[in-house]
């Protein structure tokens, strides 16, 4: 038969109409686990049937439901007799609980932690993480799988800090367990069942409940000890990472094994979740003994200090990478540290400032004046695999690795043994690479590597934000140049022009065929108009140009090789604008003659630019060993190479702060002089390399910069392949060498002109550098000999010295690749041997003037001892 409520029962063997009851049995025995197990068998064995197999003694079964709905006492005392085994009994209870949980998972009421909106419970974890709050926490763990299995029965165990029911005050969904710090570890539980919860510790068991009050909250009272405590269906322990038990969930209905999965599930994850937060409170409640929270701490301040200095304290790049090189270094305790920088157009390794050693300030720079840089293919070494690549590598023995250059340590003396070397990336590409030499306890390991890992993110924006300052400082002082530029200079008008071609131009100058031609007597019209000449002898037949742009770009590089009004004096005449004075004509004229004064350089001014390319003019004029190309390139690169020179070199510069300098790291003057050239073919009306395609423009270009820029510093190299006959002119690096030497050899012309020339451009040359030595001294700065102008009569032998040293030498060496240009090393040769006369002859009369003044002086010392004798 059937129960009400659907509970199926047996038959009675007694009074078909009620049932007999021997004995009651006792409610409040629990239930085994076995007889749940035997009942969710039976209960999903068992179908549903409409009514019965034809009722019981002629009853119907209607009849009988009916009557037990009447009387359910009677049913009541069957039930509970001796008639029903406790198996049995518990059978039933387990049939009727299983049908009940269905029921009710099917409308499962929405709950804190099945709602869709999970905000409130990551709040409460984030509040409660730290260890003093575990017990909330793993209690929040039994309330989620409470109802993730839809119970609302069951008990809390916590096997590590007794709790603190004191804590117990706000709503019960806000419930929040606090334990105390000074008390022994014990058990502590929790129990909720609906609204209410209970909780029991070593003092005694707590029912929890929600006051009606207006206040709210909950309300704690003591139960009565001997309560009898119903055993468990199922318990989920809580196991930690190391395997120790936290805790265990005790529930009270039956778990199915679909949901003992999902509870072991939850609990791996929430365990593990618990451990680490209590590992973390750990470290932090010991952090001024925590290595690991002091290198945290220590990379935090840094990281802390680079953010600022991206904002605040950018003077220049090399700063910043003085602050990365030494951060990088004491931060995986390297003894060295090194950092490259990546150049993606010439696809290289470069650096300014390198090994960082364990000093605040030890660094080494390249030269003083840091204008020099260390330059190696991204494809060269350790730094250049990590670059390309972007990968880390950590060498525990640098000499075991093929790509490590042992070269470096036998010149330094300095042994390097373990090298970690890692990329820093910005967008994704390495735009530097850090290199740290020999850690001071033992080898790199993990650790320095995610050390640094996340110190190079911050590296990156540094050095990526020092660039972005670098460019607009450096546009900032292009603006103020400009302005100076235009302030002083103006290109040519029409006048100018209409005037230089109305005068009568030669069909062969003979005498511009020779090097011993003196450009120092041309007239100031005559100089633009034969440098016209020059550039239509060599390429009116090669190279297709306008002449009137040939003529406007020849006056207005006359008129742009000048300085600030500071620098020096010229006179402008004002039928013809911008054509340069020489020295000898700027006290001529006056203001009502038509002329007033401007700034004018001494040396490097129209007329040296003149004379360097009448020198390249004769040495292409009389050779082929070029292209037309080529020769179109030199020839321009000699007329533009000291474009607005300010009669002041580099170092004077750079040691001035002047808005050059701070555009140009390297080679402050070659880069404007450039620059300047750049200016003037962009002008409209004077490009005269207009008619080229747009890649032969850029390699023209480029091959004026290559001989702008070029200096002696190739004449070393070039001497040595000299020497060893393997000079090869289809090399192309082996002509752009030449190409560079020639330039320097055609800057040095003077020196190889007739004697006469060569000791009246002495002199122009050395009042230059004195007013240079001037100025120094007026800004506190004590002059080099050479620019000292009280030293003016060791001229001689400081002239000796220039001679032997570097124009004899480069003549030589042009001379072996170029026998025409012999000529050119016989007179510097001569010229060097009339300045050791000179040298000689000046020495002997510095010797024979000491010794007419030490002579004088005995004298005048023995009179006045005569006079003491006598008195």
């Not at 709602?115 to 419970?121: K, V």
């Not at 265990?248 to 039956?254: C, E, G, M, N, W």
């Amino acid at each position: 038969m059937v129960a009400p409520g659907g509970m199926k029962i047996p038959a009675n063997q007694g009074n078909p109409a009620v049932p007999t009851v021997s004995r009651v049995a006792p409610r409040s025995k629990s239930i085994d686990r076995s007889t749940i197990a035997s009942a969710s068998k039976e209960a999903a064995s068992v179908k549903k049937t409409p009514s019965m197999d034809g009722g019981v003694n002629g009853m119907a079964e209607e009849r009988i439901i009916a009557f037990l709905r009447t009387n359910p006492r009677v049913l009541e005392r069957y039930v509970t007799s001796n008639e029903i085994s406790p198996e049995t009994f518990n059978r039933w209870a387990a049939k009727r609980h299983l049908k009940d949980k269905r029921q009710s998972s099917r409308a499962l009421p929405v709950k804190s932690w099945t709602a869709a909106d999970l905000a409130s419970r990551r709040r409460i974890l984030h509040d409660h993480s730290d260890s003093l709050c575990e017990a909330r926490m793993i209690f929040e763990i039994a309330v989620c799988m409470a109802q993730v299995v839809g119970t609302s029965t069951f008990e809390v165990h916590l096997f590590t800090q007794p709790l603190n029911l004191g804590a117990f005050l706000p709503p019960i969904d806000q419930l929040r367990i606090g334990c105390p710090s000074g008390r022994s570890s014990g058990l502590s539980r929790a129990l909720s069942r609906s609204s209410d919860a209970i909780l029991e510790n070593e003092e005694g068991s707590y029912t929890l409940y929600k006051s009606n009050s207006a206040e709210g909250g909950l309300r704690q009272k003591k139960i009565r000890r001997g309560a009898p405590r119903q055993e468990p269906l199922y318990t989920q322990k809580l196991i930690n990472c190391e395997g120790s038990t936290i805790g265990q969930i005790d529930f009270h209905s039956v778990i199915s094994d679909k949901e003992k999965q999902i509870l072991g599930i939850i609990a791996t994850w929430a365990s593990s979740c618990v451990h680490f937060a209590q590992l973390s409170s750990q470290l932090q409640s010991k952090g001024e003994e925590s290595e690991l929270f002091l290198r945290q701490r220590k990379l935090n301040a840094f990281l802390l200090d680079v953010a600022k200095s991206i904002f605040q304290d950018i003077v220049s790049m090399d700063n910043v990478i003085l602050k990365v090189m030494n951060f990088a270094q004491k931060l995986v305790s390297a003894d060295r540290a090194s950092l490259f920088l990546v150049d993606s157009k010439t696809k290289e390794l470069y650096a300014r400032i390198f090994d960082v050693g364990q000093g605040q300030d030890e660094h080494v720079k390249l030269n003083a004046d840091g204008n020099k840089e260390i330059r190696f293919p991204m494809t060269k070494g350790i730094a250049g695999h990590v670059a390309t690549t972007g990968e880390v590598l950590n060498i525990e023995n640098a000499y075991d690795d093929d790509r490590f250059n042992a070269e470096v340590d036998s010149k330094t003396g300095y042994h390097t043994t373990t090298i970690l070397c890692m990329p820093i990336f910005i967008r994704t590409s390495v735009i530097g690479v850090v290199q740290m030499v020999n850690k001071m306890d033992g080898v790199f390991n993990k650790a320095d590597e995610d050390a640094f890992e996340m110190f190079a993110v911050y590296c990156g924006l540094a050095l990526h934000h020092a660039k972005l300052y670098d460019k607009i400082r450096r546009s900032e002082q292009k603006y103020r140049v400009a302005l100076e530029v235009l302030a002083y200079h103006s290109v040519c008008n029409r006048d100018e022009v209409t005037k230089l071609r109305k005068l009568e131009q030669p069909h062969k100058i003979l005498e511009l065929e020779t090097y011993d031609f003196n450009g120092m007597k041309l007239t100031e019209l005559e100089k633009p108009l034969y440098a016209v000449y020059m550039f239509r002898t060599l390429f009116n037949d090669k190279f297709r140009f306008d002449p009137d742009d040939l003529t406007r770009f020849m006056l207005t590089d006359s008129s742009t090789k000048k300085t600030p009004a500071h620098a020096r004096l010229r006179i402008r005449p004002t039928v013809g604008l911008n054509l340069r004075a020489t020295p000898s004509t700027v006290l001529s004229g006056t203001k009502g003659a038509g002329f007033f004064l401007q700034p004018l350089v001494a040396y490097h001014n129209w007329a040296h630019g003149w004379s360097v390319a009448h020198a390249m003019f004769v040495l292409l004029n009389s050779t082929d060993i070029f292209t037309s190309f080529e020769a179109l390139a030199l020839f321009i690169s000699c007329i533009c190479h000291d474009l607005d020179h300010r009669g002041k070199n580099n170092a004077f510069m750079k040691n001035m702060s002047t808005p050059l300098a701070a555009i140009y790291s390297t080679s402050v003057m070659e880069h404007h002089h450039f620059n300047q050239t750049v200016t003037i073919l962009q002008q409209d009306g004077h490009n005269i390399l207009k008619s080229m395609s747009s890649d032969e423009y850029k390699r023209a270009l480029a091959t004026i910069k290559h001989c702008i820029l070029a200096t002696d510093l190739a004449l070393a190299r070039l001497a040595g392949l000299a020497a060893e006959g393997s000079f090869n002119l289809e090399i192309d690096d082996h002509r752009k060498l030449l190409q560079g030497i020639l330039m320097t050899g055609c800057d040095l012309i003077a020196s190889a002109k007739p004697w006469a020339i060569q000791t009246e451009t002495v002199k122009v040359i050395f009042e230059e550098f004195y007013e240079q030595g001037d100025a120094e001294r007026v800004n506190g700065k004590e002059p080099m000999a050479m620019m000292d102008r009280n030293k003016a009569n060791e001229l001689p032998q400081m002239q000796v010295g220039f001679m032997r040293g570097i124009c004899v030498p480069c003549y030589d060496v042009i001379a072996k690749i170029i026998p025409e240009v012999g000529k050119l090393r016989d007179q510097c040769e001569y010229n060097a041997k009339m300045w050791e006369a000179l040298a000689e002859e000046s020495k002997k009369i510095q010797e024979d003037k000491k010794k007419a003044d030490d002579a004088k002086s005995l004298s005048i010392q023995d009179k006045q001892n005569g006079n003491g004798t006598e008195n």
